[in-house]
C-alpha cells in the first residue's frame, strides 16, 4: 500500500509539470524553439549534475559495495538494452524507451521509503550508468549515427565527464565547498521539473484521445515495467545472496516506466518525438499498478 501510495504521488506530481509545460505552449508562452532550449539545459547542464551528485552521495560507502553496484547495474542495464534490441530492433524509439527507465525520479523515492535513505546511495551507478548510456547507444539506436559512438566522441560528452569527475570525487573521498555542493544540488533538483515541463510542452503537440487507445503503447509498456523487472529479478537471484541488500534498489530502478529523455532525445536530434511521449505517460500511468507487483515479488522471493 505504501508503494501505491508514493507511486501515486510521485505521478501526480508529474502530471502537473507536464500541465504547466502543456498550458505554456498552448497559450503561445513558450515555443518549440524555447522548448530545445529548455531541452539543451537539461542535457548539457542539469543531468551532468544528477550525475555528480548521486556518485559523490556514495562516498560513505565502501568502495567494494559500489564495484558491486556498478557490476549490478551493468548487468541490469545490459539486459534491459538486449531484450529491447530483440523486440524492437525496428521501432527506435521504442528500443530506446525500453532500455532505460525512469529511475531517479521515480524510483528513488520508493527505494528511500521502502528500503531507507542510505539504499538511494546503491541506485546512484545505476542512474549514472543510464544517462551515460542514453547519451551515447541510446542516440545511436536513435539516429544510427556511429560518430555518437566513437571513443573521441564518448570521452568528450558531458555525461561521460560527469561521471568521471563523481569517480574521483568518491576514490579520493574529496570535500566539495558547500558554495559548490548547494549549486549542484540546486541545479540536479531541476531534472524533474524541467524534464516532465519539456514533456507537457511536447503533449500539446499530441492527440491525447488517441493514445488513450493505441494498443502498441500498452504492449511497449508491459515490456518496460513487467518483463523486463522480471527477467532483472531472476538475474539477481542467480546473484550471491551476499549482493541482495545492493541489488534491491537497483531492481526498484530497473522497474521504473519509460523515462522521459527518450522524447528530449528525439527533438534534440530532430526526430518525430510526439510518439515517444505517448508511451511515456502510458507507461507512466501503468507504473502505478505494474511496479508495487514487482516489488512486491521481489519481497516474497526474499530480494527486498
Partial sequence: ???????????????????????????????????KSLAHLLLYCILPCVII???????????????ISFVISTAALALAMLVSKLLFHNNPTDNFGCSFSNAGFMGFPLIAAILGGKAVFYAASFVALLNALQWTYGQWIL?????????????????VI?????????????????????????????????????????????????????????YVSIIRLLLIPGLTLGLILLM?????????????????????????????????????????????????VCMPLVIGLAATLGCL
Avoid at 143 to 159: F, T, Y
Fill in 1 to 35: 500500500m505504501e508503494a501505491a501510495l508514493i507511486l501515486a504521488r510521485q505521478i501526480l506530481i508529474m502530471f502537473i509539470y507536464m500541465g504547466i509545460g502543456y498550458v505554456l505552449f498552448k497559450k503561445n508562452l513558450i515555443t518549440k524553439e524555447g522548448s
Fill in 53 to 67: 551528485r548521486s556518485l559523490a552521495m556514495a562516498k560513505t560507502e565502501t568502495g567494494s559495495a559500489l564495484i
Fill in 143 to 159: 539516429s544510427k549515427n556511429r560518430a555518437l559512438v566513437s571513443g573521441k566522441a564518448v570521452l568528450q560528452n558531458p555525461i
Fill in 162 to 218: 560527469s561521471m568521471l569527475i563523481g569517480l574521483i570525487i568518491f576514490a579520493t573521498n574529496l570535500q566539495l565547498p558547500d558554495i559548490i555542493t548547494d549549486t549542484m544540488n540546486s541545479i540536479a533538483n531541476l531534472n524533474a521539473p524541467v524534464a516532465m515541463i519539456i514533456l507537457g510542452i511536447y503533449m500539446a503537440q499530441t492527440e491525447v484521445g488517441k493514445m488513450l487507445v493505441e494498443p502498441r503503447l500498452y
Fill in 240 to 288: 550471491p545472496q551476499s549482493w541482495h541488500r545492493i541489488a534491491a534498489p537497483i531492481l526498484i530502478a530497473a522497474a521504473a516506466p519509460i523515462g522521459s529523455n527518450v522524447a528530449v532525445y528525439a527533438q534534440k536530434l530532430n526526430l518525430d518525438y510526439t510518439y515517444a511521449v505517448q508511451v511515456v505517460c502510458v507507461s507512466t500511468i501503468l507504473s502505478l
